[in-house]
């Protein structure tokens, strides 16, 4: 097996940048994942580490050694591609058995015939080994592309988003297949995906790539519970975070934060690092599980609101409620029997709130003595 070093990459396509001084570092037998939005730079950084494309600046290095030189059948990489790829005028068996063919990983023939049955079974295609990819759905197109990677036994698996135009059902299944396939195999895995469920459910790791440019590298838990700016916080979870303009107000020792035409506590750690930060105004998130509603006042702290949308989602839905003009958004069980315009009251659980400067980044991320932005303050 293997791990990826990538440093100081960067290339553009004509005067458009597509990825910028990008650095970062995959472990051996990690499954990683490249998240972003659609024209993000993930799949041109996926192609530079194959060596489908150069970069214009940076290296990229396998089990320490720079591959820069290495044409990308010397690579040793296994890639899957979004729009499967497939040979359409041989079998689903001719397909996955192709990379056992070639001059490089030709295989005796009882091997070629065993691995194949063994990777068909897994993905559970095997009962699809004689048709043509004009027979099969997408989601079995894209399984026999999985199949043809799998096949052999790379040092590292590339994957462009995979199972991306899979239907919801079988999507679900698959995150579950590719985990375990994933510890079975004990292989290397950088995995692009716009999906943050596929981020968060895959990953052992995960880098947020935005506009070229890599916002965080971090755990699943980390990049959701501890987001370095407000795009990685507002990336991830369904409903978004909940985002706040606040402005700090001092009573006698203690600090509060002041928005929706109210005042409330701040945990009295954080209210350290504001003093010795010096900041006033700020933006807070929390998210809908960290916001409650009632039907009658529970505390103190707790705002009228009025409901402005109900989207029912099966057993859950969405809730939106209007609090000063401000919409707030929670994940609630879809029989409540709420109407719209019914007045509720909310409370916020200030304890999870995050809390980001006016440059929308985490105050707990602040420039350490190494001259990076990373956190260095835990709350």
């Given amino acids: 097996m293997a791990d990826i070093k990538v440093t100081n990459i960067s290339k553009h396509f004509k005067n458009e940048i597509a990825i910028k001084n990008i650095n970062f570092e995959v472990k051996d037998k990690e499954f990683f994942i490249l998240f972003g939005p659609a024209g993000a730079g993930k799949t041109t950084l996926l192609n530079i580490i194959a060596g489908i494309h150069i970069p214009d600046t940076g290296n990229v290095y396998m089990n320490g050694k720079c591959i820069d030189p290495v044409e990308p059948e010397d690579r040793n990489v296994a890639m899957v591609f979004e ?58 197109r894209q399984r ?67 506009k070229g440019e890599i916002e965080q590298i971090g755990t699943p838990e980390e990049i959701f519970y501890k987001p370095a700016n407000e795009f990685v916080a507002s990336a991830f979870g369904e409903p978004e975070i ?29 209210q350290l690092i504001f003093r010795k930060i010096g900041i ?35 057993a859950k839905a969405i809730l939106t409620i209007e609090v000063e003009n401000v919409y707030i958004r929670l994940l609630v069980s879809s029989d409540i029997g709420i109407k719209r315009n019914q007045e509720l009251f909310v409370t916020l659980q200030m304890d999870n709130a995050i809390f980001f400067d006016g440059n929308g980044r985490n105050i707990l991320w602040q420039q350490s003595d190494s001259g990076r932005r990373e956190l260095v303050w835990e709350n």
């Fill in 280 to 314: 006033n105004n700020l933006r807070i998130g929390l998210r809908p599980k960290y916001i409650e509603y009632s039907f009658v006042k529970k505390a103190d702290s707790s705002i009228i609101g009025k409901v402005s949308n109900f989207e029912p989602l099966g």
């Fill in 83 to 140: 729009d499967y790829a497939l040979y359409p005028h041989l079998s689903v068996y001719e397909n996955i058995a192709s990379p056992l063919r070639s001059p490089r990983y030709r295989q005796p023939k009882e091997v070629l015939d065993r691995e194949v049955k063994r990777v068909a079974k897994t993905l559970r295609i095997d009962w699809l080994l004689e048709r043509n990819p004009a027979e099969l759905s997408n989601g079995q």
């Fill in 144 to 210: 026999v592309g999985l199949g043809r990677a799998l096949v052999r036994s790379p040092e590292v698996f590339l994957m462009d988003e995979p199972i991306t135009h899979l239907d919801a059902k079988l999507r679900h299944q698959m995150r579950a297949e590719l985990k375990d396939m994933q510890k079975n195999l004990d292989t290397t895995t950088i995995y692009v995906t716009h999906d943050y469920l596929e981020a968060l459910s895959l990953g052992d790791r995960i880098a947020v790539i935005n």
């Fill in 242 to 270: 909940n985002m706040f303009h606040a402005q700090l107000v001092s009573k006698k020792e203690e600090m509060k934060a002041r928005f929706l035409n109210n005042e409330f506590s701040i945990p009295k750690d954080i």
